[in-house]
């Protein structure tokens, strides 16, 4: 079975630094992983996926995000973060064709000023 | 904005009430999904489509019926549902399920409160 976990509830940062939002996952065979942004009151919006290549992946909005096979990460970097970069993030994993991707529980990112 | 559009944005209804859910899609997608987001829980996968035909049923109570009549239209007939079935439902497609372009677009969602 397919899984994916985000151990941070909320990771709070200071505009300018850099951010990680953590993401492990478990799939029996191999994993497409996508991260999901969401702004209040918004739907869920792609920034970037995995499926095979170079590990590291870069997205929207200066997001890029690092695969790591031997530890099943795939942490959500940025260099410097934005104000507006504060919201809620979520990971996914889907196993190969499979129709069904799971969701983690979300990391809410909060960037102060 | 994302091509994925949902009506109505909220809805309160008593749990003897029948009402229904709808999504759009304009990006000529051929896959549909709706899911639960509940507070402080995973988003949860209710009914994938794929070219108007159920691929997948996530063990959803049959209060919570799915309709696909064409590859834009997505709805969900709601009937005598729980106080515990409020939550915010998301519409979203992508160009087909299990196929490597398949990142997802939602919709803004419909925030359900059932009385």
């Known amino acids: 079975a397919q899984s994916v976990a985000q151990p941070e509830d909320q990771v709070n940062v200071a505009e300018g630094n850099p951010l990680t939002v953590k993401c492990t996952y478990s799939?029996?065979?191999?994993?497409?992983l996508f991260w999901y942004v969401q702004y209040p009151n918004r739907g869920l919006q792609f920034l970037l996926k995995?499926?095979?290549?170079?590990?590291l992946v870069k997205g929207s909005y200066g997001f890029e995000a690092e695969f790591n096979k031997s530890q099943t990460s795939f942490h959500l970097k940025k260099p410097s973060a934005l104000v507006s970069d504060s919201a809620l993030y979520f990971c996914?994993?889907?196993?190969?064709?499979?129709?069904?991707?799971?969701f983690g529980s979300g990391t809410r990112l909060s960037i102060r000023p | 904005e994302t091509g994925v559009t949902q009506t109505p944005r909220h809805l309160v209804m008593g749990m003897t009430n029948k009402k229904s859910l709808k999504c759009e899609q304009h990006?000529?997608?051929?896959?549909m999904y709706w899911y639960k987001q509940s507070a402080k829980k995973p988003l949860e996968l209710m009914f994938v489509?794929?070219?108007?035909?159920?691929?997948e049923n996530n063990s959803v109570p049959s209060r919570f019926s799915p309709e696909c009549p064409n590859s834009s239209h997505l709805f969900l007939h709601l009937h005598t549902l729980q106080p515990e079935d409020s939550a915010l439902y998301l519409c979203?497609?992508?160009?087909?399920?299990?196929?490597?372009?398949?990142?997802?677009?939602f919709g803004p969602g419909t925030r359900l409160t059932v009385l």
């Open positions: 979203a497609s992508s160009q087909s399920p299990g196929g490597e372009v398949d990142e997802q677009f």
């Open positions: 489509y794929s070219l108007e035909e159920r691929v």
């Open positions: 995995y499926i095979t290549g170079d590990n």
């Open positions: 799939v029996s065979g191999n994993p497409y």
């Open positions: 990006l000529g997608h051929n896959a």
């Open positions: 996914a994993v889907r196993e190969g064709s499979a129709s069904k991707i799971i």
